[in-house]
Every structure is written in C-alpha cells, then in structure tokens.
T-cell receptor
Framework: DVKVTQSSRYLVKRTGEKVFLECVQD?????MFWYRQDPGLGLRLIYF???????EKGDIPEGYSVSREKKERFSLILESASTNQTSMYLC???????????FGQGTRLTVV | KNQVEQSPQSLIILEGKNCTLQ??????????LRWYKQDTGRGPVSLTI?????NTKSNGRYTATLDADTKQSSLHITASQLSDSASYIC??????????FGAGTRLFVKA
C-alpha cells in the first residue's frame, strides 16, 4: 500500500512564526502536492512538484514556499504564519500525470 | 472557467437506505473524473475513476456514472452503512495538469 505520511496531525502556532509542514511518501512517486482545505471550498492547490528540486506554483501560493531536496519528501513552509492560514493542509503524491493521487492524513493547523 | 459543482452540500439518510450524490463540471478538455471519500480528520481516498469513454463504474456498494455530453456525474450508494458517513468529493482532471476539486457533499448516515 502507498503511504503518504504528514509529520503532524494537529499544530498550533503563533502569528509571525515560521512553520514547516513535512510530507513523506514511500512509493518513489514523481509528483507531490500541497493543498489546503477549508469548509465549503474544494481542495485548493498551493504548490506542486514534478520531481526532485522542481516546484511549481499552484492556485494560492502567496505566503507559502516549498522544498523538495529528496524525491520522497516535500515540505511546505509558511514564512510568517498568519491567522488566515488556519486550515487543514493535505499532502498528496502520485506516480506521474494522470495516475491516482494518494493523500496523507492531513495536518490541521491553527494560527493564533 | 473550470469548475466542479456538487450537490447537495449535505445529506442525512437512514442506515440501509440508498442515496445519490451529484457532480456537474465545466472542466475542459476533459481527461477523467474521480470520486473520493474523505472520513472526518483523514485524507481523501479514491473510490472510482472514469474516463471519457466510460459511463459507469462500480466499487462494492458505490456506483459512479458519467455523462460526458451533459458533463454530469453521480455517485450512488446502495444499502448505506454508518461507515459511509463522510464527505464525498468529485475531482475532474483536464488533459495536461489541471485538476479541479468540488467542495464535496457531507453525508450523514443515522441508525
């Protein structure tokens, strides 16, 4: 079974803090994604990565950055956390374009 | 504009009953459509996938249909169980890279 693991289930951070969300997949997938999920809205793509050291902006990249130094790990960075970044963050990976995406369990981030 | 609309927003049914969830999309050029199930506090898990040429796909008690002409899909759940309580998300992928997620339908199955 594919496993996508996010480092934290719940996280509480203060406004202005730098926040790191980590995601690891164990199936040698090329593509990895970060989404945020808010009530009443569909998942919105923040950043994605086709392969190691490659990254592309999604629909809502402002206030975020990413890092993919190794194929299995994709990190989402909130440079200076703000209360409007309180959300559920979901990481996903897939083998390549057109294949099924597998999701992590999500990280519920609260910024106070 | 690429959009995926799901209805209803939420639904309450009694255990053992059937239900149908709807998905309308305007994504173009169409590649495939997936239905995901998301349990509370968990990541989404794929239930079915359909391409342009497929108009029905089953996975146990879940049956998805696709009408590519009207750009509509439905997910039918038969003989619902308490464990079916979850959000169901319709996801449409365009040829290329774009993937659009619907906001989901929240299903509550009551005993």
């Amino acid at each position: 079974d594919v496993k996508v693991t996010q480092s934290s289930r719940y996280l509480v951070k203060r406004t202005g803090e730098k926040v790191f969300l980590e995601c690891v997949q164990d199936m040698d997938h090329e593509n990895m994604f970060w989404y945020r999920q808010d009530p009443g809205l569909g998942l919105r793509l923040i950043y994605f990565s086709y392969d190691v050291k490659m990254k592309e902006k999604g629909d809502i990249p402002e206030g975020y950055s990413v890092s993919r130094e190794k194929k299995e790990r994709f990190s989402l960075i909130l440079e200076s956390a703000s209360t409007n970044q309180t959300s559920m963050y979901l990481c996903a990976s897939r083998v390549k374009l057109g294949t099924e995406a597998f999701f992590g369990q999500g990280t519920r981030l609260t910024v106070v | 504009k690429n959009q995926v609309e799901q209805s209803p927003q939420s639904l309450i049914i009694l255990e053992g009953k059937n239900c149908t969830l709807q998905c309308n999309y305007t994504v173009s050029p169409f590649s495939n459509l997936r239905w995901y199930k998301q349990d509370t506090g968990r990541g989404p898990v794929s239930l079915t996938i359909m391409t342009f040429s497929e108009n029905t796909k089953s996975n146990g008690r879940y049956t998805a249909t696709l009408d590519a002409d009207t750009k509509q899909s439905s997910l039918h759940i038969t003989a619902s169980q308490l464990s079916d309580s979850a959000s169901y998300i319709c996801v449409v992928s365009a040829r290329g890279f774009k993937t659009i997620f619907g906001a989901g339908t929240r299903l509550f199955v009551k005993a």
